[in-house]
């Protein structure tokens, strides 16, 4: 029993003389340790604060750009109809230039047509005439015809 007791003051004296000499390294290495976790603390803090301040920052410039695609956009609508509105202004002005100009054709042809039809009708008149005048016609009113043409070449030269 006394051998247990021995190793029980044995073991209490070496815990006691541990701590009396390890006491001021392990306070310092504590105390040591303490602050290095409060200065990683407090950077992490201030990082965080960093990290948020930025974050703010970006949604601040992404609000900006999507506005800023927002209003992109309606220009881009707007010139579009605008374009839109050209090309239907510049088609209804082509299109009216092609009526225009098929009108033009078709009373240019319905004059050559006429032209045509007035020539037909004069050379048809006047073969029947011939016709007419040859059946009808004796060597006496053919001499006064010629000498008529005759006179009014005359008037006509004068």
Same mark, same amino acid.
């Given at each position: 029993?006394?051998?247990?007791?021995?190793?029980?003051?044995?073991?209490?004296?070496?815990?006691?003389?541990?701590?009396?000499?390890? @006491? &001021?390294?392990? !306070?310092?290495?504590? &105390?040591?340790?303490?602050?290095?976790?409060? @200065?990683?603390?407090?950077?992490?803090?201030?990082? !965080?604060?960093?990290?948020?301040?930025?974050?703010?920052?970006? #949604?601040? +410039?992404? #609000?900006?750009?999507?506005?800023? /695609? *927002?209003? %992109?956009?309606? *220009? =881009? %609508?707007?010139?579009?109809? +605008?374009?839109?509105?050209?090309?239907?202004?510049?088609?209804?002005?082509? /299109?009216? +230039?092609?009526?225009?100009?098929?009108? @033009?054709?078709?009373?240019?042809?319905?004059?050559?047509?006429?032209?045509?039809? @007035?020539? !037909?009708?004069?050379?048809?008149?006047?073969?029947?005439?011939? &016709? =007419?005048?040859?059946?009808?016609?004796?060597?006496?009113?053919?001499? *006064?015809?010629?000498?008529?043409?005759?006179?009014?070449?005359?008037?006509? *030269?004068?």
């Amino acid at each position: 029993m006394w051998e247990f007791l021995f190793k029980v003051v044995n073991f209490l004296l070496l815990v006691f003389l541990l701590f009396w000499f390890l @006491r &001021k390294p392990i !306070k310092s290495k504590l &105390k040591e340790r303490h602050e290095f976790l409060r @200065r990683n603390l407090e950077e992490a803090e201030k990082e !965080k604060a960093l990290w948020e301040k930025q974050l703010e920052e970006l #949604k601040i +410039r992404v #609000k900006g750009l999507e506005e800023e /695609a *927002k209003l %992109i956009r309606e *220009k =881009i %609508i707007a010139e579009a109809q +605008r374009e839109k509105e050209r090309i239907l202004e510049e088609a209804k002005r082509e /299109a009216e +230039r092609i009526r225009l100009q098929a009108q @033009r054709t078709m009373e240019e042809e319905r004059r050559k047509l006429e032209n045509l039809f @007035r020539e !037909k009708l004069v050379l048809r008149t006047l073969k029947l005439l011939e &016709k =007419i005048l040859k059946e009808h016609l004796t060597p006496k009113d053919q001499k *006064k015809l010629l000498e008529d043409f005759v006179q009014d070449l005359r008037r006509i *030269k004068c």
